[in-house]
């Protein structure tokens, strides 16, 4: 009984946890964007700049907007459903249109896994030696 309590507290906790650190991801994501650039002693360095707020809020302003339309309308059950997969595949598009235009390429760790990727895919495993790209692991 007391071990069941635990676990709900446990779970609960996490959950809270989980939800306000994810809650902040997500405004930082709306509201911010990093940049890779160099600052004015020469050194790389990545900058966070504002972001497209309003346009990412707009959209799912918007968003919300069909669904509640489509909720609140009198469709059959079958149209209802061709509706919001409809919706769905407008929203993924465009979302896959945003990322594509707006695209940056990786920098830092990002970018070294994928070269250690690349290279392993090769059958070169040297990322993995002292001064390679994943030498913490070795």
Known sequence: MMKQKLMVIARR????????ILAYLLLVNILSTCVYGAEANGNSHVF?????PIVHLASVVVLLGVIYWLNHKKLPEKDYRN???????????LAMVWVLLY???????P????????????????????????????
């Open 48 to 52: 966070y700049l504002k972001d497209y």
């Open 111 to 138: 970018e070294n896994v994928l070269i250690g990727a690349r290279q392993m895919r090769q059958y070169n495993f040297t990322s993995f030696v002292r001064g390679g790209v994943f030498k913490q692991l070795v």
């Open 13 to 20: 906790v996490i959950y809270i946890c989980s939800g306000g």
């Open 103 to 109: 695209m940056k390429p990786p920098r830092y760790d």
């Open 83 to 93: 509706a919001a997969r409809l919706v769905i595949a407008a929203w993924g598009a």
